[in-house]
Structures are given as C-alpha cells and as structure tokens.
C-alpha cells in the first residue's frame, strides 16, 4: 500500500508553525532589548559641599558592578559611557570612559578609578554639555533602537553663565536643554540622585520636555542604600540592595500625560 505523501502546503504550512512555537520557546530576556546607560558624575565644588559626593561614588561602584554583572535582575547594559557634568568653562566637553573600563574589575577598583577620574574640583555645573555629548555618541554608535537611560549623581543645582539669573532661580532650570535627547529613543529615562526634594521638583516643574522620562531620587532616600548591605555576604547575594536599587532609582518611569 502507497503511503501518502505530504503536499508542498503542508510543508511550508508545518514549517512555520516550528518557527512560530520555537519563537514562543524563546525566553523573554532574549527578545527585550539591552539598555544604553550613561552616568553623569556631578564634579562641582556645590555637590562636594553638599556632603553627599563621598557616598555618590561608593553607590556608583555598586550600581556599575551590579548592572554590568546583572545582579539581583538589574538590566545589563549593551554599552555603557561614564563621563563628569561641570567644567571651570562654559559649554567644556568631557571624556566618556567607555564599558571596557570597568570590565573585570570589582566594586573597590570602580570607586577608585571614578574618584581618580572624577575629582570635584569644576566651578559650573552645566548639564547642557553633557545631553549634546549624550546625543553624539547614541547617534555616532547606532544606539538608538534600545531603551536609553541617564544615571545622573548630582545636587541638581544648575550653575552657569545666564544674563541676569542667580544660580538656583527658576531661569537657570529653564535653560536646560534636554531637546537633543528627546528623540534619540523611543524610550529614554533621565534618573537624578542625591538632589534635594526642591531641586528635584525645580526640574521636574520647570525644565521643559516632553517625551523624557524624568525620575528623581531624594538625598534623603539615597543614604538608604548602605542599610541594605549585608556585611560579609558575597555581591552576588545582597538580594536588599539590588532590590532597593530597582524600587528606588531604577524605578520604571511613566511617559508623560500617562
């Protein structure tokens, strides 16, 4: 008896449907786009005197180390770009210190080369320079299709030249320019940490956006990071802070008007 031959339909028809269910197969960290982090470190003389600099830098360790060794479920970056936000002149440019500079190494290495790196000894704190640099290099490197974040350490006090403005009035949040980061992605969060709970509403009131995505983080919250620290108990297993980091700085912003 002639067994019965299969139609080049039902082929083609079979076929798609292994594709279909080994795509369904796949797990969701393969489909979701890796993130670009940026990290703006604040080196004016104002956050130093703020008497929260110190503490920035040992939680930046943590959070590089934590991203880029995907602990505790932190999204691993695809590149990542660490450069300073100040200057002693207007509109200076900085170097970006790429991913590999911290490939490999541990959380006391990254404190050590960000404080070699990052010294705060800058008289302006002008963040316009550093979301044109931001821009450049997404647009230079191709990164515009995945999610883009700014990690910013600062006291969120913009000082810089503008005619007839004092440092910390409602004009100098109005020259803040975040129009070339507006649509580098369609997803773009800018993260501030260690601001006070007025600077931080300065910026969220006064600084004009619309598809940013803007989160701000309490210096008084930010000193809570150290509590989640589990003396003695290996990185890979401080379950606290890298929940802590995801609840409270990594938090998932909302577009705005949503």
């Known amino acids: 008896m002639r067994r019965p031959t299969m139609t080049r339909g039902a082929l083609v028809a079979l076929t798609a449907c292994a594709l279909l269910l080994a795509g369904c197969g796949l797990q969701a960290t393969d489909r979701k786009p890796r993130m670009t982090l940026f990290i703006g470190v604040d080196t004016s003389g104002s956050f130093e005197n703020s008497g929260h600099y110190d503490d920035s830098l040992r939680f930046l360790a943590h959070y590089i ?12 970056p695809k590149a990542l770009f660490v450069a300073a936000i100040g200057g002693k002149d207007p509109n200076e440019p900085k170097a970006f210190h790429p991913i590999h500079d911290f490939a490999g190494k541990d959380v006391d290495q990254i404190e050590r080369d960000l404080r070699k790196w990052y010294a705060p000894n800058d008289a302006l704190t002008d963040f316009n320079p550093f979301f044109e640099q931001v821009a450049r290099i997404v647009k230079d490197r191709n990164l515009t299709l995945a999610p883009i974040t700014l990690m910013i350490v600062t006291d969120g006090v913009p000082d810089y030249s503008v005619p007839g ?25 800018l993260r501030l940490a260690y601001v006070s709970p007025k600077v931080g509403a300065s910026w969220r009131e006064l600084v004009p956006r619309h598809r940013v995505r803007l989160w701000t983080v309490d210096s008084e919250v930010m000193r809570g990071w150290r509590a989640q620290v589990r003396n003695n108990a290996a990185l890979a297993r401080q379950e606290k802070l890298w929940s802590w980091i995801q609840d409270n700085v990594d938090y998932r912003v909302r577009s705005i008007g949503v």
């Open 65 to 76: 180390y934590g991203h880029m060794n995907r602990l505790g479920g932190l999204d691993q």
């Open 165 to 189: 403005a004092k440092p910390g009035s409602d004009q100098m949040y109005e020259g803040i320019d975040l129009s070339p980061l507006e649509y580098l992605s369609r997803r773009l969060t």
